[in-house]
């Protein structure tokens, strides 16, 4: 099957479009986008019922294309900042405000120099209990 048969056909799936590279999913995206374009032009002009109803599969089509393409950019995306110290705002985890504003482990187990003398001079008496 080429790829234009399969556009004509109507419906596309996203588990066939993962794969592909970006280039021939932007080409599909544009033969797409102007099969539409016909098609609006036929609504138009009143076409046949059977192209009415086609321009309902060829958006939705459109749309599972365009969410392939963005979810494979930001998969691409989360690998490359994988390594790094700092990612962009998108990509670090959602939580919540308060979540986001607390302090890190490292910084919560962190002392004043007065509480660390207070320990060392006056440590936790242990006493031993008769049974």
């Not at 102007?34 to 109803?53: D, I, M, P």
């Amino acid at each position: 099957l080429s790829l234009h048969t399969r556009i004509n056909m109507g419906k596309v799936k996203a588990k066939d479009l993962r794969g592909r590279k970006k280039e021939e999913l932007f080409k599909q995206l544009d033969e797409m986008k102007t099969e539409l374009q016909s098609l609006r032009v036929a609504k138009v002009t009143g076409g046949a019922a059977s192209k009415l109803a086609k321009i309902c599969t060829v958006r939705k089509s459109i749309a599972r294309l365009m969410t392939v393409v963005n979810q494979t950019k930001k998969e691409n995306l989360r690998k490359f900042y994988r390594s790094k110290k700092y990612k962009p705002k998108d990509l670090r985890p959602k939580l919540t405000r308060a979540m986001r504003r607390r302090l890190t482990p490292h910084e919560a187990s962190l002392k004043t120099l007065k509480q660390q003398r207070k320990e060392r001079l006056y440590p936790v008496r242990r006493y031993a209990v008769k049974a």
